[in-house]
């Protein structure tokens, strides 16, 4: 087993609460949410969770797929009624062409570029034409200027909107900017007048200067 699933397996029954119930954790999920919710307005035919671990965005999704045992049996018991795959992510066990779109959240970001190519092209395989894949990843753009360097796998990818355009088989079709503003380090106080600047410089020419990027991409 791969350190990232041992990793996730090893944190699977403190998951939620370690990384979602505090005010970091709270805005990055209300924050992908209102993205989701606009992207997912019509919830058109199969939607699959990729990387779904303990179904933090199930909701929003039919089937869930993780490499992870333990994460998924946190999943299964939140949503008893979807479909979960205990899968690699460049080996899902699903037909070419049987799945309309993939959400995938916090996943990416762990993995290296070679994985994310594989993992693009297994998306492409099971994706019917023109179906999507939403995902999240930090913004090269921002940890360049701020001179990022990576410890671990953990987090440690990021892209820049260039580099996901020259994939031979999707195509950019919308990209928004997530946390301008270390949001969470501000007194709470500060945070309501600061969101809606933060949305609006996340979303503006500065776009790439914000920490992630969510870019739904469509199959050629
Ligand atoms: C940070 S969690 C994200 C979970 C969920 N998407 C969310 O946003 O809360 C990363 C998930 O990726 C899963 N994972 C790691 N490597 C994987 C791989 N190669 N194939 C499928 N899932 C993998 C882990 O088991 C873990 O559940």
Same mark, same amino acid.
């Given at each position: 087993?791969?350190?990232?699933?041992?990793?996730?397996?090893?944190?699977?029954?403190?998951?939620?609460?370690?990384?979602?119930?505090?005010?970091? !954790?709270?805005? $990055?999920?209300?924050?992908?949410?209102?993205?989701?919710?606009? #992207? =997912?307005?019509? &919830? /058109?035919?199969?939607?699959?969770?990729?990387?779904?671990?303990?179904?933090?965005?199930?909701?929003?999704?039919?089937?869930?797929?993780?490499?992870?045992?333990?994460?998924?049996?946190?999943?299964?018991?939140?949503?008893?009624?979807?479909?979960?795959?205990?899968?690699?992510?460049?080996?899902?066990?699903?037909?070419?062409?049987?799945?309309?779109?993939?959400?995938?959240?916090?996943?990416?970001?762990?993995?290296?570029?070679?994985?994310?190519?594989?993992?693009?092209?297994?998306?492409?395989?099971?994706?019917?034409?023109? !179906?999507?894949? $939403?995902?999240?990843?930090?913004?090269?753009?921002?940890?360049? #200027? =701020?001179?990022? &360097? /990576?410890?671990?796998?953990?987090?440690?990818?990021?892209?820049?909107?260039?580099?996901?355009?020259?994939?031979?088989?999707?195509?950019?079709?919308?990209?928004?900017?997530?946390?301008?503003?270390?949001?969470?380090?501000?007194?709470?106080?500060?945070?309501?007048?600061?969101?809606?600047?933060?949305?609006?410089?996340?979303?503006?020419?500065?776009?790439?200067?914000?920490?992630?990027?969510?870019?739904?991409?469509?199959?050629?």
């Amino acid at each position: 087993m791969n350190e990232i699933v041992q990793y996730y397996n090893d944190l699977a029954s403190t998951y939620d609460q370690d990384r979602f119930d505090n005010s970091y !954790g709270n805005f $990055i999920d209300s924050q992908e949410r209102k993205i989701l919710d606009k #992207l =997912l307005i019509d &919830k /058109k035919g199969q939607i699959l969770d990729l990387a779904c671990g303990t179904g933090r965005l199930l909701n929003y999704a039919s089937i869930g797929v993780d490499a992870s045992a333990q994460m998924i049996a946190v999943a299964k018991r939140k949503f008893p009624e979807k479909t979960f795959l205990q899968n690699e992510a460049d080996a899902i066990l699903l037909a070419d062409n049987s799945i309309d779109t993939i959400i995938s959240f916090h996943f990416f970001m762990h993995l290296d570029p070679n994985k994310i190519d594989q993992v693009l092209e297994e998306s492409n395989r099971i994706l019917k034409k023109e !179906g999507r894949i $939403i995902f999240d990843i930090p913004s090269r753009k921002r940890r360049n #200027l =701020l001179g990022y &360097k /990576k410890a671990n796998w953990h987090g440690a990818s990021s892209l820049s909107i260039a580099d996901v355009k020259s994939d031979p088989n999707f195509i950019i079709k919308r990209t928004y900017g997530l946390l301008f503003f270390p949001i969470h380090r501000f007194p709470d106080l500060c945070r309501k007048f600061l969101l809606p600047l933060d949305s609006f410089l996340a979303n503006s020419f500065l776009k790439e200067y914000s920490s992630y990027l969510i870019i739904e991409l469509e199959k050629k």
